[in-house]
């Protein structure tokens, strides 16, 4: 099986500028979470979608917005980006919703905020 | 906010050793769960160990449980170069519903 994929690999904004990254999770994985992870803060949980429905969400501004499509496809979009967004972001792709089971990564997008 | 701690922050050692590292935890929780990530890349899961499980293994790892003192080890054992990396522990707080990762411990496997 095709593992999880990210696009784009690497992304340079400007502040106040939009951005969506994308995931393709693993087939017949229904769960996709995103994670932001910096130097300083570490990993942290941005949300997960499950067939189409955002189940949980972490502690991030509204800024951050994410969408998943009936192929289980997920999108991630940040608006009027600051400079402490720069951050890898990471998206992971499992069976179950929640934390019943082991997750899968993609490799990451890094996001550069100038 | 992170649920978990990992000690040390840094571990370097050479290869043929053992490593080990620790977890620490705040709340109660469903399961905990140890990861890998090379270098800024995406993290690969290691193992899963349950609540009530005290002790798993999987090849040259070996996870302890300690639910009364909330934490947990990872052993690697014969280590090698290639184990160069950063590992954390994800716990659910006991709600099901999402992973917190620890801080991370960065190994080094000297040849």
């Known amino acids: 099986k095709a593992g999880v994929t990210q696009t784009p690999r690497y992304l340079i904004k400007t502040r106040g500028q939009q951005v969506t990254l994308s995931c393709s999770p693993i087939?017949?994985?229904?769960?996709v979470s995103w994670y932001q992870q910096t130097p300083g803060q570490g990993l942290q949980f941005l949300f997960e979608y499950f067939s189409e429905t955002q189940r949980n969400k972490g502690n991030f501004p509204g800024r951050f917005s994410g969408r998943q499509f009936s192929n289980s496809r997920s999108e991630m979009n940040v608006s009027t980006l600051e400079l402490g967004d720069s951050a890898l972001y990471l998206c992971a792709s499992s069976l179950a919703s929640g934390t019943i089971g082991e997750q899968y990564f993609g490799p990451g997008t890094r996001l550069t905020v100038t | 906010s992170q649920q978990g701690e990992e000690d040390p922050q840094a571990l370097s050692i050479q290869e043929g050793e053992n490593a080990t590292m620790n977890c620490s935890y705040k709340?109660?929780?469903?399961?905990l769960q140890w990861y890998r990530q090379n270098s800024g890349r995406g993290l690969v899961h290691l193992i899963l160990i349950r609540s009530n499980e005290r002790e798993k293994h999987s090849g040259r790892l070996r996870v302890t449980l300690d639910t009364s003192k909330k934490s947990s080890s990872l052993l690697i054992t014969a280590s090698r170069a290639a184990d160069t990396a950063s590992y954390f522990c994800?716990?659910?707080?006991?709600?099901?519903?999402?992973?917190?990762f620890g801080t991370g411990t960065s190994l080094t496997v000297i040849p």
């Open positions: 087939s017949g994985h229904r769960s």
């Open positions: 709340t109660s929780i469903n399961n």
């Open positions: 994800a716990t659910d707080e006991g709600t099901g519903n999402q992973f917190y």
